[in-house]
């Protein structure tokens, strides 16, 4: 195919993501970002393949993960940075019930790539509460999400694919897809939370979900795994670690509050009576709907004006996956899944269903 122009808004993991597949694809590239993110910069990056009220996997974590991985890892080559970290995570389990589904699972061939079999030693782990054991997942990683961001913002600039700046609205012509005076082929918006703030699928069910976590320093909570319960803890290294996350709805606020560190605070002493020193709480806004999918696709009125958004909290596993997906869309025609198309939004009359 020939090679086409495509402008990207936003240059978070989607538009990253997305960026560096049609790259690969032959096409070129225009992203337009300006510099500040408090969405993928701030995210912990970390990708735990399984659901844990009824431990079960995640959806589509098969593909997503083998596509995760293969793409994190080439992307250290291209940006010359660390940014895969290969981590066990420590299950704390919460009930008998809970328990019990794991022990079934552990035996089931699809599950035990992810479910390693509860030991006598994971029975009586004593680096923190146990009253109904715990247990460890295989398979998982972090992405460290600012290396991330910052790395590829400055990759897309030494090569002349980046306008740092604010997206200007004036500037764009979505009719003859024109910005700043130059014409590109396709467009697509990437902007995550603030969609909203742009006419172009405003309609759509992406929501604001403000998410907190905070960094301490301890000598007494265990590096080697990532304990989960409550809160994840993610070992960042030198006795530093990452406590989250806060859920918030609808709350596109940036400020740190006292109430969502005491939040944290409590969740990780159901993990144990650890001493600790905060040292800093951070803020971010992801961008969520409502069914837990994200929402890829075309505007049902402009021609070659698409969205990639809603990655969740599941983003750094499932965004590379959807690039690829998005792009065969684009450029081949390629139905998109139903669960993450846009057309779940609209009736045959183009009329939003929200």
């Given at each position: 195919m020939e090679?086409?122009?495509?402008?990207?808004?936003?240059?978070?993991?989607?538009?990253t993501?997305?960026a560096?597949?049609?790259i690969?694809n032959g096409?070129?590239?225009q992203?337009?970002?300006?510099?500040?993110?408090?969405?993928?910069?701030?995210?912990?990056?970390?990708?735990?393949?399984?659901v844990f009220?009824r431990m079960n996997?995640s959806?589509?974590?098969?593909?997503?993960?083998?596509?995760?991985?293969n793409?994190?890892?080439?992307?250290?080559?291209?940006?010359d940075?660390?940014?895969f970290?290969?981590?066990?995570?420590?299950?704390m389990?919460s009930?008998?019930?809970?328990?019990?589904?794991?022990?079934?699972?552990q035996?089931?061939?699809?599950?035990?790539?992810?479910l390693s079999?509860i030991t006598?030693?994971?029975?009586?782990?004593?680096r923190?509460?146990?009253?109904?054991?715990s247990?460890?997942?295989?398979?998982?990683?972090?992405?460290?999400?600012?290396?991330y961001?910052e790395?590829n913002?400055?990759?897309?600039e030494?090569?002349?694919?980046?306008?740092?700046?604010?997206?200007?609205l004036?500037?764009?012509?979505?009719?003859?897809?024109?910005?700043n005076g130059?014409?590109?082929?396709?467009?697509?918006?990437?902007v995550?939370y603030?969609?909203?703030?742009?006419p172009?699928?405003k309609e759509?069910?992406?929501?604001?979900?403000?998410?907190?976590?905070?960094r301490?320093h301890?000598?007494e909570i265990?590096?080697?795994e990532?304990?989960?319960r409550?809160c994840?803890?993610?070992?960042?290294?030198n006795?530093?670690f990452?406590?989250?996350a806060?859920?918030?709805?609808?709350n596109?606020?940036?400020?740190?509050t006292?109430?969502a560190?005491?939040?944290?605070?409590?969740?990780?002493s159901v993990?144990g009576?650890y001493?600790?020193?905060?040292?800093d709480?951070?803020?971010?806004?992801?961008?969520?709907?409502?069914?837990?999918r994200?929402i890829?696709?075309?505007?049902?009125?402009?021609?070659n004006?698409y969205l990639?958004?809603g990655?969740g909290?599941?983003?750094y596993?499932?965004a590379?996956?959807?690039?690829?997906?998005?792009?065969d869309?684009m450029?081949e025609?390629?139905?998109?899944?139903?669960e993450?198309?846009?057309e779940?939004?609209?009736?045959?009359s183009?009329?939003?269903?929200?």
């Open positions: 090679s086409q122009h495509v402008l990207i808004i936003g240059a978070g993991l989607a538009g993501c997305l560096h597949q049609l690969a096409h070129r590239v992203l337009v970002d300006r510099g500040i993110n408090h969405s993928t910069a701030v995210a912990a990056g970390m990708v735990n393949p399984m009220r996997k959806w589509r974590l098969d593909e997503f993960m083998i596509d995760a991985r793409y994190y890892l080439q992307l250290e080559q291209v940006l940075s660390k940014l970290h290969p981590i066990v995570i420590r299950r389990l009930s008998e019930q809970e328990r019990n589904y794991w022990l079934d699972r035996k089931t061939p699809e599950f035990q790539t992810y079999e006598p030693a994971d029975e009586s782990y004593s923190a509460h146990n009253q109904f054991g247990g460890r997942l295989k398979s998982c990683f972090w992405v460290d999400a600012k290396a961001y790395h913002l400055d990759y897309f030494r090569k002349g694919s980046l306008l740092k700046e604010d997206f200007d004036s500037s764009f012509d979505e009719i003859n897809l024109n910005y130059k014409t590109y082929d396709k467009v697509v918006f990437a995550g603030q969609q909203m703030n742009t172009f699928f759509l069910p992406i929501q604001q979900t403000k998410g907190q976590s905070i301490v301890s000598k265990p590096e080697n990532s304990l989960n409550k994840f803890v993610l070992p960042l290294g006795n530093v990452r406590i989250g806060t859920y918030e709805w609808d596109p606020d940036l400020t740190p006292e109430e560190k005491k939040e944290l605070m409590d969740h990780l993990l009576s001493s600790y020193e905060i040292i709480q951070q803020v971010g806004v992801r961008p969520t709907v409502l069914d837990r994200p890829l696709g075309a505007h049902h009125s402009i021609k004006l990639f958004n990655l909290t599941k983003g596993l499932m590379p996956t959807l690039a690829r997906e998005l792009a869309f450029f025609g390629i139905p998109l899944d139903k993450i198309s846009i779940r939004f609209y009736s045959k183009n009329v939003p269903i929200v």
